[in-house]
């Protein structure tokens, strides 16, 4: 089998889907995508499979090194994301050559299901004690939100009580033993997390996510010092080599690769074990597309130490096209009970509408973040 050619989609809400063909007919989707940069990342994708038309797909291992290490200057969101998604539509193929989810092809299950979160509010929460019950009502078990709007190094105690007052009223909402995970975003500099950590202990969040940016995860020593809620973080790290450091230092309890960013399934495969050597638990970060989810789903499978997982059916980014409308068999994605079933079909197991994707990348998109700036001018972060 040879890989004869390939297409790229960009479709909304902010979405890339890579499609992989081969000589005998089977194909194979991936989800190469950094938000906001999808153009950039269509063109990286571009550049690698310049080296793999003739090649045989099923060489996954290869290919994957071949994509990283062939090149002097490596890694970073736009690169790995490039391979991220290859990596998921070669493993796509393969499955379905031994018309096999891929999870059997790493090992095999240890799970049936795992337990899904569901995002409440926005950018700028409101009302999410009212939205917290709604998805808890749904059968939910965890929601996620982000905890604060934009702060400066050191701000008020106004905006940390503004905070506190949003997860009182979720956890009052939802009750004592709904998980809660609040997401700093990177938003928060030291000073500010420290105390936002401190205050928000008597809720019992199920983790505080991204209370520093990445780069500045040394900062996470003395917020750890100041709370025990676990200390969640990873979405903006891409490799391995990445990760090394935040494990070996001991101060995250959870991390959140992202299988469309961080070098797809044969990378966060390896991740996730490397994790578990240190008794580090996993919550892949997935607010993307069916693919992105689907391959996230085939690596929790067979990874012990992965206990929930994102989705973004119904996030606040998914207007006018969401998570199932790509999809012929939606019930791939039933939720129950808090938990997704793994997909059992060959390969990623998910079949795309491929009509749909095809109608929707003619319309495509041009999704950014937002810019925020504080009152004084300076750049804030989103």
Same mark, same amino acid.
């Given at each position: 089998? +040879?890989?004869?050619?390939?297409?790229?989609?960009?479709?909304? *809400?902010?979405?890339?889907?890579?499609?992989?063909?081969?000589?005998?007919?089977?194909?194979?989707?991936?989800? $190469?995508?950094?938000?906001?940069?999808?153009?950039?990342?269509?063109?990286?994708?571009?550049?690698? =499979?310049?080296?793999?038309?003739?090649?045989?797909?099923?060489? %996954?291992?290869? @290919?994957?090194?071949?994509?990283?290490?062939?090149?002097?200057?490596?890694?970073?969101?736009?690169? =790995?994301?490039?391979?991220?998604? !290859?990596?998921?539509?070669?493993?796509?193929? +393969?499955?379905?050559?031994?018309?096999?989810?891929? @999870?059997?092809?790493?090992?095999?299950?240890?799970?049936?299901? !795992?337990?899904?979160?569901?995002?409440?509010?926005?950018?700028?929460?409101?009302?999410?004690?009212?939205?917290?019950?709604?998805?808890?009502?749904?059968? /939910?078990?965890?929601? +996620?939100?982000?905890?604060?709007?934009?702060?400066?190094?050191?701000?008020?105690?106004?905006?940390?009580?503004?905070?506190?007052?949003? !997860?009182?009223?979720?956890?009052?909402?939802?009750?004592? &033993?709904?998980?809660?995970?609040?997401?700093?975003?990177?938003?928060?500099?030291?000073?500010?997390?420290?105390?936002?950590?401190?205050?928000?202990? *008597?809720?019992? *969040?199920? /983790?505080?996510?991204?209370?520093?940016? *990445? #780069?500045?995860?040394?900062?996470?020593?003395?917020?750890?010092?100041?709370?025990?809620?676990? %200390?969640?973080?990873?979405?903006?790290?891409?490799?391995?080599?990445?990760?090394?450091?935040?494990?070996?230092?001991? &101060?995250?309890?959870?991390?959140?690769?992202?299988?469309? @960013?961080?070098?797809?399934?044969?990378?966060? +495969?390896?991740?996730?074990?490397?994790?578990?050597?240190?008794?580090?638990?996993?919550?892949?970060?997935? $607010?993307?597309?069916?693919?992105?989810?689907?391959?996230?789903?085939?690596?929790?499978?067979?990874?012990?130490?992965?206990?929930?997982?994102?989705?973004?059916?119904?996030?606040?980014?998914?207007?006018?096209?969401?998570?199932?409308? &790509?999809?012929?068999?939606?019930?791939?994605?039933?939720?129950?009970?808090?938990?997704?079933? %793994?997909?059992?079909?060959?390969?990623?197991?998910?079949?795309?509408?491929?009509? @749909?994707?095809?109608?929707?990348? #003619?319309?495509?998109?041009?999704?950014?973040?937002?810019?925020?700036?504080?009152?004084?001018?300076?750049?804030?972060?989103?």
């Amino acid at each position: 089998m +040879k890989i004869t050619g390939y297409e790229l989609f960009q479709v909304p *809400p902010r979405w890339l889907f890579l499609k992989i063909e081969t000589d005998e007919g089977i194909t194979g989707w991936g989800e $190469p995508v950094i938000e906001g940069k999808a153009s950039t990342v269509k063109a990286c994708v571009h550049e690698l =499979m310049e080296q793999l038309i003739g090649k045989d797909p099923a060489r %996954i291992e290869d @290919h994957w090194n071949m994509m990283y290490r062939s090149g002097f200057y490596r890694g970073g969101p736009i690169h =790995m994301s490039a391979i991220a998604g !290859i990596d998921q539509a070669l493993w796509d193929i +393969k499955g379905k050559f031994f018309n096999a989810p891929v @999870h059997q092809l790493l090992g095999g299950a240890c799970r049936d299901s !795992i337990r899904v979160y569901s995002w409440i509010g926005g950018d700028r929460p409101a009302d999410v004690g009212t939205a917290a019950k709604e998805v808890v009502d749904a059968g /939910f078990t965890a929601v +996620k939100m982000n905890g604060t709007e934009e702060l400066q190094y050191v701000d008020s105690y106004e905006k940390i009580d503004q905070t506190v007052e949003r !997860i009182a009223a979720v956890r009052e909402a939802v009750g004592d &033993y709904i998980g809660i995970g609040i997401d700093f975003h990177g938003r928060v500099h030291k000073p500010m997390a420290k105390i936002l950590a401190k205050e928000l202990e *008597p809720f019992r *969040p199920m /983790f505080i996510e991204e209370p520093v940016l *990445p #780069e500045n995860n040394e900062a996470l020593r003395d917020i750890a010092m100041h709370t025990n809620i676990p %200390i969640a973080t990873g979405e903006r790290m891409f490799s391995r080599w990445e990760f090394k450091k935040l494990l070996s230092d001991g &101060y995250a309890d959870i991390i959140q690769p992202d299988l469309s @960013h961080a070098g797809g399934i044969t990378e966060c +495969k390896k991740i996730f074990s490397m994790a578990e050597a240190y008794d580090v638990a996993v919550a892949p970060h997935c $607010p993307l597309g069916p693919i992105a989810l689907a391959a996230c789903l085939q690596v929790d499978a067979t990874s012990h130490n992965a206990f929930i997982q994102e989705q973004s059916l119904g996030i606040h980014y998914n207007v006018e096209s969401d998570l199932l409308d &790509y999809i012929t068999d939606k019930s791939v994605f039933h939720y129950e009970k808090g938990h997704v079933n %793994i997909p059992q079909g060959p390969g990623l197991g998910i079949e795309i509408n491929e009509d @749909h994707v095809r109608k929707l990348a #003619e319309k495509g998109h041009n999704w950014k973040n937002p810019v925020w700036r504080h009152a004084d001018g300076t750049i804030a972060e989103w």
